[in-house]
């Protein structure tokens, strides 16, 4: 595979990254093991989740973030009427050690009075008992984001986290074999070498990590493995009703808080105002079916938000016009094949990566992916 052309020169800064100046945890010895420096790209669920694993065995990280913050999937996206969980709506609780992991943050994780989750058929109308109760459903507050933003402030303090920043080539180290360093673009344009790292640990969707493993001409075991792996997209409307607070009136649609729906358009409904922590302003976040996310994919934002809101109302009888209306798309949403297995590890090469589309679709499946590779390496 013939390898990208290096970018300029005299652009480049390389970097050894200095040791922390205060560990975000405290570091447990290292039972006779060397401490060595991991580079994670991506601050999401499991990015963060590894990252935190990793400092308390007592290595180095630094975190690469292409956002302006921690948080992946969990995207917490403000408006004049209040928040929305643009991407992970509720997580569940199945993992102890994801449950331990969440004590550690009291008071951030509230329950979701969702325990009715209605089933609808393409009409809106109720096609079945709503889903059983079987296990609650929580939400960080004051937003989904809330969770991994709180996990990944000491790492942010300690200098561990880099934001605004986008991995673009992974190569050895042209200096300290056999280690590695990144090539990254921040703002601008600004492009800079990271160096000094022992293993690289990939905290992507699937597709972008084989992207960059690909035009990185990396010869790892990884490469068949993430392109087994297969990730539906998904289109995300926001909705705003202000004019539904007023005497007399608290919603303008139906009485339930969540659905999934048969509508060709839309499969998930969710009332954010009903989540704890929230403004009581009516806002709903809708997200729309994989099949005509893919289908639509490409299309004009102005023509998708159209279409979804006429499909919510004949959804959910709202015909009210929104006070305000925002679309997100997520090309990597839902995984629909996963890998089958915790993370992936290539100790030849130290090369890894994690995240929720090894193990299936929930935000616990993507903690689990980044500490299980985080044992793993540590």
Known sequence: ??????????????????????????????????????????????????????????????????????????????SPFGSFDAGAQYFTVRDPRFARAIDTVPGICKRWSANSVQVLDAAGRVAAVGLPHREAHWVASPGMQSLVTTWADPLAKAGQLITHT?????????????????????????????????????????????????????DTS??????????????????????????????????????????????????????????VIERWTIQASPAWSAEHLEDDEARVQAKLIKAFAEVTGIRAQPSHADTRRWRYAQTTHPLGKSHLWDASTGLGACGDWCLGHRLEDAFVSGLELALKVA
């Open 1 to 78: 595979m013939s390898k990208p052309d290096p970018l300029p020169a005299k652009r480049l800064r390389r970097t050894n990254a200095p040791a922390p100046a205060a560990a975000p945890v405290a570091p447990k010895a290292l039972s006779g093991k060397a401490q060595r420096h991991f580079a994670i790209i991506g601050a999401g669920m499991a990015g963060i989740a590894c990252a935190r694993t990793l400092v308390q065995a007592g290595h180095r990280v630094t975190v690469f973030e292409k956002s302006s913050q921690a948080g992946g999937r969990t995207a917490t996206i403000d």
């Open 166 to 218: 986008r991995v673009t080539r992974i190569e050895p180290d042209s200096l300290n074999t056999p280690g590695w360093q990144l090539r990254t673009e921040g703002p601008g344009g600004t492009q800079h070498v990271y160096a000094g790292f022992d293993a690289v640990l990939l905290a992507q969707p699937s597709v972008p990590a084989q992207a960059l493993i690909s035009s990185s001409g990396l």
């Open 222 to 279: 990884l490469t068949d493995a993430l392109s087994a792996v297969a990730i539906a997209p998904c289109w995300t409307l926001m909705l705003a009703y202000p004019q539904a607070v007023r005497p007399g009136l608290t919603t303008l649609g139906p009485q339930w808080n969540a659905a999934r729906s048969t509508h060709h358009r839309i499969a998930w409904l969710a009332r954010e105002s009903s989540k704890p922590g929230r403004s």
